[in-house]
């Protein structure tokens, strides 16, 4: 933070306000996981490969995933505003198409 930004605290909130939101959109493939594990009837096994096929997705695209999963409406909302098309719509592909390919390889 510089000196200026704590003379003048309304600069320093905004800066405040966008480190944090930065820092919500970041999930890591381990959140994916989690998150496939806790908020849908998929096997552990299942969402741990999923986890791992999310590494090829940004950290808003996994964060997408992460808030569509635990039904964080107004998360999942923020970050369909902020996505481009493309990055929106190869996160949902991946959310259909993910189980599917990950219990083939399971099996």
């Known amino acids: 933070m510089t000196r200026k930004m704590l003379r003048h605290p309304t600069l320093l909130v905004p800066a405040l306000v966008l480190a944090v939101s930065s820092a919500a959109s970041a999930a890591s493939p381990d959140d ?9 009837n998929l096997p552990e096994p299942l969402c741990a490969c999923i986890g791992e096929e999310s590494a090829d997705l940004s950290d808003d695209q996994r964060a997408f995933y992460v808030a569509s999963v ?3 409406e107004a998360e999942t909302t923020r970050l369909r505003l902020a996505m481009s098309p ?6 949902v ?3 259909r198409t993910s ?4 219990a083939a390889k399971n099996s």
């Open 32 to 40: 994916v996981a989690e998150a496939c594990g806790a908020g849908t």
């Open 99 to 102: 189980p599917t390919e990950c």
């Open 70 to 72: 635990n039904k964080d």
């Open 93 to 95: 592909t991946f959310m």
């Open 86 to 91: 493309n990055d929106l719509i190869a996160v």
